[in-house]
């Protein structure tokens, strides 16, 4: 399977750099992964695939993207600013305290905490972008 995603063009600098641009922009992205990957998950019981004519039955599942810190942020729609108050896509951990942190203190970003934040209205306390993420929806 070969997709593309769609590159969204502003008209001009002004509206490139506004906040509805750039939500339309992550909600683009969003929605694209979600035609893109839906196919492979709408069957719960998985998938026949036929190689070499013969049919190996698999369940799909995304193990891993390998992304830098900008598109990481991408995916998990966390601000794209160093100077955003919780910078990390991989933890909760405030700028202030990234250099001196104990292990005891970081509390890790992940599926539930993220979806709570979105849906009681603070996501933006985590620096969470207030897009639904496609990848809440899959196991």
């Given at each position: 399977?070969?997709?593309?995603?769609?590159?969204?063009?502003?008209?001009?600098?002004?509206?490139?750099?506004?906040?509805?641009?750039?939500?339309?922009?992550?909600?683009?992205?969003?929605?694209s992964?979600?035609?893109?990957?839906?196919?492979?998950?709408?069957?719960?019981?998985?998938?026949?695939?036929?190689?070499?004519?013969?049919?190996?039955?698999?369940?799909?599942?995304i193990?891993?993207?390998?992304?830098?810190?900008?598109?990481?942020?991408?995916?998990?729609?966390?601000?794209?600013?160093?100077?955003?108050?919780?910078?990390?896509?991989?933890?909760?951990?405030?700028?202030?305290?990234?250099?001196?942190?104990?292990?005891?203190?970081?509390?890790l970003?992940?599926?539930?905490?993220?979806?709570?934040?979105?849906?009681?209205?603070?996501?933006?306390?985590?620096?969470?972008?207030?897009?639904?993420?496609?990848?809440?929806?899959?196991?």
């Amino acid at each position: 399977m070969l997709g593309y995603f769609p590159i969204l063009f502003a008209k001009d600098v002004t509206e490139k750099n506004s906040s509805e641009f750039k939500k339309l922009s992550r909600k683009t992205f969003h929605k694209s992964l979600k035609f893109l990957l839906n196919p492979l998950f709408e069957n719960k019981n998985g998938i026949d695939f036929k190689i070499n004519g013969e049919n190996i039955w698999f369940y799909p599942r995304i193990s891993s993207i390998i992304c830098d810190w900008p598109e990481a942020c991408t995916y998990s729609l966390i601000y794209k600013s160093a100077n955003s108050n919780y910078p990390c896509h991989f933890c909760l951990v405030h700028k202030d305290n990234l250099i001196n942190t104990k292990q005891d203190q970081v509390v890790l970003r992940n599926h539930e905490n993220m979806v709570e934040y979105f849906y009681n209205g603070t996501g933006n306390l985590t620096s969470l972008e207030q897009v639904k993420n496609y990848f809440w929806k899959i196991p």
